[in-house]
C-alpha cells in the first residue's frame, strides 16, 4: 500500500483496501492517467492522494535546502463546481488552518506542514478568462483535471506541454510529471472517449472502475447502505447506465423531445444509408451563424430516409456551403434534383450585401429550397413526430435515421430535451431544426411519384424540370 503522509502530528490516513483502480491508477508512472467510474466510487480524493503522495513521498528533494518542491494545475471546468466539488474534496483533507496557506484571491493552496515538502495547489476554472489565460503558462510539475469530459481537450493538450518544468533542474527536477484525469464516463462522441479508446497513445494509461452494482463494485464502505440501489429509483437508463453502471454513453438533464416516439434500435439503420440514384434529395436548412443542412430522401413506399447531416459552429452559410455542403452534393448526389425547405427567418438580408440566405442558395443552383411556410415550433416537432409514429409496412418505420447523422441521433436519444417547456438551444438543436423543416417540405409537398421523373444535370442543383414537387 502507498505511504501515509505524516504531518507534524496530523496523520492522514488513505486506505486502497476496497478502492483497487484507484490503487493501481497511484501506482502508476504513465505521462497520461484516466480514471472513469461511477458516482461514489472515490475518484476525487483518490486523484487528490495521488498528488500529495508523490509530493510528500516520491519527489526528490532539493540539493539546495533539502525541501520537495511540487506544483500542480488543479482544473474544473466552472468555478462554481471548481469551489462546490473539487476545493471541497482538498479542504474536508486538509483544511488550510492546519496544512498551509489559502490565498483566496490568486485561488491558490500551498500546504507546507508536511515535512520536507512544499506543495502548491494553483485551482483555475474555464469560466474565468483570466484563469484560462495564465493556466497555459504555468511553469508545472502536474495537472489534475477534475471531471474531464467536461474540459476541452485543448486545456488537456496545453496543460501537457506546461508539466515538468517545476521544479527547475537546479533544484532537481521533477522526479514524475505529467497529467491526471478523473471522469465519470464520457459519451463515445466525446474528445476524451476518442482519446483512450480510439487513439490510445502509448504514454496514456486508463484505469476503469467497476460499476456501483456489479458484485466488483468499489468504495461501498464508505458509501450509505444501498447507496446505488437507491439511487437508481426513478432514475432514466441513460442516467443508471453512466452514473451507477459506470459504462460509456449520453445523459441529458431535460426531458427528451422525442423520448415517446423514437426509438434508437428500431429508426436507426444498421449500416450506413446509400442515396438511390433515382430519387430527389429533400434538404433542410437552418440558418445564421449555427448553420446546419439535413439531407434526406422518401422513398417509392413512403419511408424518409435521413442520409447526411451537416453543422458548423461559427460560420457563415456561405463559407457552410462551400466546404461543407456542396462536395458532398456534387460526389454523393451527383444528378438528383434538390428539393426542400429552411427556416424562414432566412428572408432577412445581410446587413453588409443586402444578400440573405436564400440568395447564397439561388448562387449554388438550390433554388428548389423555399423558406418554410412556419416556424412554430411544436408543428415542427409535430411534423417529424408524424413520420416517427408510421409505419410503411408490417415491421419498417417510416423514418429512417443512417447511422453516420450522429448528431442528430445523440439528439435523439436525449440530447435534444426541453427547458423550461421550450426546446433548449445547443449544438443538437440546430440539425434538429434542419431535419424538422425538411419534415414540413415531406408534410406539405406529399407526392412521390413525382420525383422518379425528376432528375439535375452534374453539378446543377436544381429540379430536371419546373414541375417540382
Known amino acids: 500500500m502507498p505511504e501515509a503522509a505524516i504531518a507534524h502530528q496530523n496523520e492522514v490516513v488513505y486506505d486502497y483496501t476496497h478502492v483497487p483502480t484507484i490503487r493501481k491508477f497511484t501506482l502508476s508512472n504513465a505521462r497520461t492517467r484516466v480514471l472513469v467510474g461511477p458516482f461514489g466510487s472515490g ?56 496544512y498551509g496557506i489559502h490565498r483566496v484571491a490568486d485561488h491558490e493552496y500551498i500546504i507546507t506542514e508536511f515535512d520536507g515538502a512544499h506543495i502548491e495547489l494553483i ?48 533544484n532537481g527536477g521533477a522526479t514524475w510529471y505529467g497529467v491526471i484525469m478523473d471522469t465519470n464516463p464520457p459519451d463515445e462522441d466525446n474528445w476524451l472517449y476518442k482519446l483512450i479508446e480510439k487513439e490510445k497513445p502509448h504514454n496514456l494509461c486508463l484505469f476503469k472502475q467497476p460499476g456501483g452494482r456489479s458484485p466488483n463494485a468499489e468504495n461501498i464502505p464508505n458509501l450509505p447502505k444501498g447507496y446505488y440501489e437507491d439511487l437508481a429509483i426513478g432514475k432514466t437508463r441513460e442516467f443508471v447506465s453512466v452514473y451507477i453502471d459506470g459504462e460509456y454513453g449520453f445523459t441529458v438533464e431535460g426531458t427528451p423531445v422525442y423520448a415517446s416516439s423514437f426509438s434508437d434500435s428500431f429508426h436507426v ?173 415531406i408534410q406539405k409537398r406529399q407526392g412521390v411519384a413525382e420525383q422518379q421523373k425528376q432528375r439535375r444535370p452534374h453539378k446543377e442543383h436544381r429540379p430536371a424540370s419546373r414541375a417540382g414537387y
Open 269 to 441: 439503420a444498421k449500416t450506413i444509408i446509400e442515396p438511390i440514384q433515382t430519387l430527389n434529395v429533400i434538404a433542410g436548412f437552418d440558418f445564421y451563424r449555427h448553420p446546419a443542412c439535413i439531407l434526406s430522401q422518401q422513398t417509392y413506399r413512403g419511408q424518409w430516409r435521413v442520409l447526411d447531416e451537416f453543422y458548423e459552429a461559427g460560420m457563415g452559410i456561405e463559407r457552410f456551403m462551400t466546404t461543407r455542403v456542396l462536395p458532398v452534393l456534387d460526389q454523393r448526389y451527383r444528378g438528383m434534383g434538390v428539393f426542400g425547405m429552411g427556416d424562414p427567418t432566412g428572408i432577412v438580408k445581410n446587413t453588409t450585401d443586402e444578400k440573405n440566405a436564400y440568395d447564397v442558395l439561388k448562387k449554388y443552383g438550390l433554388r428548389a429550397v423555399k423558406p418554410a411556410w412556419t416556424n412554430a415550433v411544436m408543428m415542427r416537432i409535430g411534423a417529424v413526430e408524424s413520420m416517427l409514429l408510421k409505419m410503411v409496412g408490417p415491421a419498417e418505420p417510416a423514418f429512417l435515421l443512417s447511422p453516420n447523422c450522429t448528431l442528430l441521433r445523440k439528439g435523439f436519444n436525449g440530447g435534444y430535451q426541453y427547458k423550461n417547456g421550450d426546446p433548449l438551444k445547443n449544438d443538437y438543436s440546430n440539425v434538429h431544426d434542419g431535419l424538422q423543416y425538411s419534415a414540413l417540405f
Open 43 to 98: 475518484k476525487s480524493v483518490g486523484a487528490l492522494m495521488d498528488i500529495i503522495r508523490r509530493g510528500v513521498h516520491e519527489q526528490e528533494p532539493s540539493p539546495a535546502n533539502g525541501i520537495r518542491y511540487t506544483r500542480w494545475a488543479i482544473v474544473r471546468n466552472t468555478y462554481r463546481q471548481l469551489e462546490d466539488t473539487t476545493m471541497k474534496t482538498v479542504f474536508d483533507w486538509f483544511p488550510p488552518d492546519q
Open 123 to 170: 485551482f483555475r476554472a474555464l469560466d474565468r478568462p483570466d484563469h484560462v489565460k495564465n493556466l497555459l503558462s504555468l511553469e508545472l510539475t502536474g495537472a489534475w483535471i477534475n471531471e474531464a469530459r467536461e474540459v476541452p481537450r485543448q486545456i488537456w493538450e496545453g496543460l501537457d506541454g506546461r508539466v515538468g518544468r517545476y521544479p527547475s533542474r537546479r
